[in-house]
């Protein structure tokens, strides 16, 4: 009853329209404002059926107790997204939004309401928006918390946040993208609210880093390599290039341009709409800066008024794309469709000035013989141009000169005005051209690009830590840069210990000497007894002919050869240095770090005996943040006093994050010059660290790690001095692992199932 | 020895060889001083065209020996063989050229093995002489006959590396791509091409010769130049034909190709 007695307060609706209104079962006031135009939208946007569903759709969002907003929303949002997409979209929303508003996350519902326009603008498919509604349902139930593990009581704290940045997320990626880039935040933050707002806001370094990697187009970061190549090849020009961000501030105008320190160009190129790939748009970008560092010279930017210098930089800009189509001319159509493409009559405001505008069109000009423009000052200074190009290589100088005088013949008084007319003027893989000028006296004119820095750095003694991924199981991907590796020189104390380590295991080391001298490289080798060979062995060829000529069967095998026989194998043999070793095991004497030391030093010696080229380091962790990797011995050292003194040292602590370690031990393994490559790794238990709670990660990391030494022709063979090893192990390394489980015969293991492993 | 034809050695007919420097006195000089000359220069250059091109122009028969990892000593100097009235020696390719006076002309001699390579030592210093110490014989060297041997250091390898000992017994000449025009205007030769295409052909290369050590361990050759003129010639598409002899044959590295590639494109419009 009351609701009919609210309706007769609007008098403005007209008849046809009451019963519609009576249909929307919802009191607001506020509805009534909007009511006439919403449901005019609605009814001819959409079907009969479709303004009824429209109707009853509102009618349960009001029914759900959170205000007027989110009703007046989907009055607003639904005809032009039903129209777009498929009126089956509208019941969708509004069930959703009822199922929402079951749960504590009530209030994303406002947010969530705004997204839908750009949503659909962007998805522009209902099945597009149905996988967009199912992904945030879904990481609404997953982050949805519950105390006691029964009623969800506690809201998504990170679900409000995405919705907020959802427009420009949309903008980024592809609804693949953005469903990757969510689940790695429900992932990795689900447990720590904060955490996860940072996530979904866009402020944590990974967040930016996953999303950067699910982004459509071509990434700097892909195609690094290439452009350098690029430059190489082309131009001859070897620079430093570096990425500037283009996400975030859409609207800042970002240009690339070039300084001292290097060429700054996008992180990201989309095709272009006029069919041009990122890559050759990357390309062109490229060519147009590395023309201006082979034939712009400075000049003085004092003599000139900012309107000279802006029709100097576009002729300059004209200029040197000009010789550059000389050497290769496939540049031409490159920049062209890259061009924008001036209409003569589209600035004609008189309130804005049009020099941006006459410049472009004669930059166009310049570049499309087949311009069509008819402005009689236009053709005479693209004639002016032209000739002048005929002469040569021509200069900045002489540029600059036609430049002012088009900027005399061609002022307006509208030049002066404030605002400047941008559209369809802005030549996108130009740069900002700050390399052409000097500026003498220091004034307000002159752009301060960077403010400068007086801020002295510290020198840090260390090395800077290297990034390394991390293979993450659970979604097959790789997380970028998770962990922060430093290496550096193991500290060393006292020589001696090591030499009377040897000392102690003298036997073993006699024996071991006999293994080693048969193993030593023989390097030229007779194979006799062989039919085909480079030479004859005349003893046995005699010997066949005597067979031969006594009527018996010769023996063909008349020849020999020569073969090498040569051992040609670089070894890193990688310590576990975790907490862990410094036990001593039942029924032994020694903590497992001393016994690890001796047989280190053992191997040690049996390799440098052997001559092949022997690495040594030691890893351990402390959160993904801090994994320390520290040499005992280069490849180029000898085992000499020093290398033995850091052996004396070796101390033990904290985790094991195996997986970057074997990275950068293979790091050093890939550049050696060998033809066998071989990882040891000397390990007392499973992968671990205390900022991992999944006991899998570590050992799928291990394995992915191990798999991608592989793939580098490195052997990896652990030995395993944990008595529960089976258990994991040959997840990570196959079947390349040995297990020693009496501990006190590791010196004796350890350089035997070296030379087993190399023989 | 005498039944060796040294007609079969002998070049008929002009090689083209395009004169850069002063290389052809150079060399005829040392040849009348029969000192040994070492050829060095990135492949396809044209040193083994050149060292044609002197053998035809001095009348010499030519002995070209391929090197390789597998040859051994043997191969060079000769060997005892088996027939059916016993053994048998037939002479390398060396003996046969020390005697007829032929000019021998060991190419790539760094993929031999350094072992090999020291049995050419007697012949290359004031001896003249090859010692058969299997046949029990010592070969005088004809006095025409001149060792020439090439050479390309661009192999970074430790291991290919001649020996000094070798290296000192040679006088040495450096060969390198000829410069733009004069490479223009061998590949339109070679290949009779126009020379517009000539021109853009060797514009790709110095593309790739730029990125020599970046990825490449060699530019691109005069004779693969050569060769994409010629299948230009055969009426392939330009772009197609730069693809066939420039790119694939010499990398397999994604980002070098696309760059090669991407050359072509903007020189070939």
Redesign the interface.
Request: net charge negative.
């Given at each position: 009853m009351r609701l009919i007695a609210d309706m007769t307060t609007t008098k403005e609706l007209p008849d046809e329209l009451i019963t519609l209104r009576t249909q929307l079962k919802c009191s607001f006031e506020q509805i009534d404002d909007v009511f006439e135009d919403c449901i005019r939208d609605a009814q001819h946007r959409l079907s009969k059926q479709g303004v009824k569903d429209y109707l009853s759709g509102a009618s349960l969002i009001c029914m759900i107790g959170r205000g007027v907003e989110p009703v007046l929303q989907f009055l607003e949002v639904i005809p032009e997204m039903a129209d777009r997409v498929g009126e089956e979209v509208i019941s969708l929303i509004s069930q959703g939004v009822w199922e929402v508003s079951r749960t504590p996350n009530g209030v994303s519902i406002p947010p969530f309401m705004a997204t839908l326009g750009e949503a659909a603008r962007r998805l522009g498919s209902l099945e597009l928006i149905k996988q967009y509604l199912d992904i945030l349902f879904d990481m609404m139930e997953r982050t949805t918390g519950s105390i006691h593990g029964h009623h969800t009581t506690l809201p998504s704290p990170g679900l409000p946040h995405l919705l907020a940045q959802m427009p420009y997320l949309l903008s980024q990626v592809s609804i693949e993208g953005l469903q990757n880039w969510i689940d790695y935040g429900i992932r990795n933050y689900n447990d720590h609210p904060e955490r996860q707002i940072d996530y979904f806001t866009l402020k944590s370094a990974d967040s930016r880093a996953m999303l950067q990697r699910e982004r459509h187009g071509t990434l700097f970061a892909d195609n690094e390599r290439n452009l350098s190549l690029y430059l190489q090849a082309l131009w001859q020009d070897k620079e430093y290039l570096a990425p500037y961000s283009t996400a975030k501030d859409e609207n800042r105008l970002q240009q690339p341009y070039y300084d001292k320190v290097g060429i700054r160009i996008p992180d990201v190129f989309d095709d272009s709409d006029t069919g041009i790939k990122g890559i050759d748009r990357y390309r062109a970008m490229l060519a147009h800066m590395a023309a201006h560092r082979r034939w712009s010279t400075k000049i003085i930017a004092d003599n000139y008024s900012p309107f000279q210098r802006i029709a100097i930089e576009c002729l300059e800009d004209s200029r040197v794309e000009y010789l550059a189509t000389l050497e290769y001319p496939g540049l031409h159509k490159l920049w062209l469709a890259l061009h924008p493409i001036p209409d003569e009559e589209e600035c004609t405001k008189t309130d804005a000035s049009c020099i941006r505008h006459r410049l472009a069109m004669l930059s166009y000009a310049i570049k499309n013989p087949q311009h069509g423009y008819k402005n009689k000052d236009l053709l005479e200074f693209v004639q002016r141009f032209h000739d002048l190009m005929l002469t040569g290589e021509s200069s900045t100088q002489e540029v600059a000169k036609i430049a002012i005088s088009y900027i005399a013949r061609t002022r307006r008084q509208e030049d002066q005005a404030a605002t400047i007319y941008f559209e369809n003027t802005e030549v996108e893989y130009r740069d900002d051209n700050r390399h052409l000028w000097v500026f003498i006296e220091e004034g307000d004119e002159e752009e301060q690009f960077e403010a400068p820095e007086d801020k002295e750095f510290e020198e840090v003694d260390s090395l800077p830590p290297r990034h390394y991924p991390e293979w993450d199981y659970n979604t097959k991907t790789y997380r970028p840069d998770w962990v922060s590796l430093y290496e550096g020189l193991h500290p060393s104390s006292n020589a001696n210990d090591i030499d009377s380590i040897l000392a102690k295991h003298s036997a073993l080391s006699k024996r071991l000497m006999q293994v080693l001298d048969l193993l030593k490289p023989q390097n030229f080798v007779r194979v006799r007894y062989q039919e085909e060979g480079s030479e004859l062995d005349l003893d046995v060829a005699i010997r066949s002919l005597i067979d031969f000529k006594s009527g018996s069967t010769p023996d063909p095998r008349i020849n020999m050869r020569h073969k090498h026989d040569s051992r040609d194998i670089a070894v890193t043999l990688l310590i576990d240095l975790s907490a862990s070793v410094n036990e001593v095991p039942e029924g032994c004497e020694q903590s497992i770090l001393d016994i690890s030391r001796e047989a280190v030093s053992l191997l040690a010696w049996a390799i440098d005996r052997l001559g092949d080229p022997l690495s040594i380091a030691a890893f351990f962790s402390n959160t993904r943040h801090d994994v320390r990797y520290l040499h005992l011995k280069g490849f180029s050292e000898r085992w000499n006093d020093e290398v033995k003194a850091r052996l004396a040292k070796m101390e033990a602590g904290f985790s094991t994050r195996m997986g970057a370690a074997i990275r950068h031990a293979g790091h050093f393994l890939s550049n050696q010059k060998a033809d066998k490559k071989l990882l040891l790794i000397l390990t007392d238990g499973e992968p671990a660290d205390i900022d991992v709670n999944d006991d899998k990660l570590l050992i799928k990391d291990a394995y992915k790690a191990v798999s991608e030494l592989d793939q580098k022709n490195i052997y990896s063979h652990c030995i395993s001095l944990d008595p529960k090893a089976d258990e994991y192990v040959s997840d990570i390394f196959a079947n390349n692992y040995t297990v020693i489980d009496n501990i006190e015969r590791l010196p004796e293991r350890l350089p035997q199932l070296f030379l087993s492993l190399t023989k | 020895m005498s039944e060796v034809d040294i007609e079969q050695y002998k070049i008929n007919h002009e090689p083209f060889y395009h004169v850069q420097e002063d290389e052809i006195n150079e060399y005829q000089a040392a040849y009348n001083a029969r000192l040994p000359v070492m050829v060095k220069g990135p492949t396809g250059c044209g040193k083994s065209r050149f060292i044609e091109h002197m053998a035809w122009k001095l009348d010499r028969p030519l002995i070209t020996v391929a090197c390789n990892e597998?040859m051994?000593a043997?191969?060079l100097v000769g060997?005892?063989?088996?027939d059916a009235n016993?053994?048998r020696w037939v002479d390398g390719p060396l003996t046969v050229a020390a005697r007829i006076g032929a000019i021998c002309y060991l190419d790539e001699i760094v993929e031999a093995r350094q072992?090999t390579t020291v049995v050419i030592h007697p012949l290359t210093d004031h001896r003249r002489e090859l010692p058969l110490d299997k046949k029990g014989e010592t070969v005088h060297a004809h006095k025409d006959f001149q060792l020439v041997i090439s050479y390309n250091p661009g192999y970074q390898s430790?291991m290919k590396e001649l020996k000094q000992s070798t290296k000192q017994r040679f006088v040495a000449m450096d060969f390198d791509y000829a410069p733009t025009k004069v490479e223009q205007g061998i590949v339109e030769r070679e290949a009779t091409i126009d020379a517009d295409t000539a021109k853009k052909l060797v514009?790709i290369g110095k593309?790739?010769r730029?990125?020599k050590g970046?990825?490449l361990d060699e530019g691109i050759s005069t004779r693969l130049l050569v060769y994409a003129a010629s299948l230009i010639n055969q009426g392939i598409k330009p772009t197609s034909a730069c693809r066939m002899a420039l790119v694939r044959p010499i990398t397999d590295d994604a980002?070098?190709r696309?760059?090669?590639e991407?050359?072509i494109?903007?020189?070939?419009?």
């Open positions: - | 597998d051994t043997s191969d060997r005892y063989l088996l016993g053994t072992d430790l514009q593309v790739a730029n990125l970046h990825g980002d070098i696309q760059t090669l991407h050359a494109d903007t020189i070939f419009v």
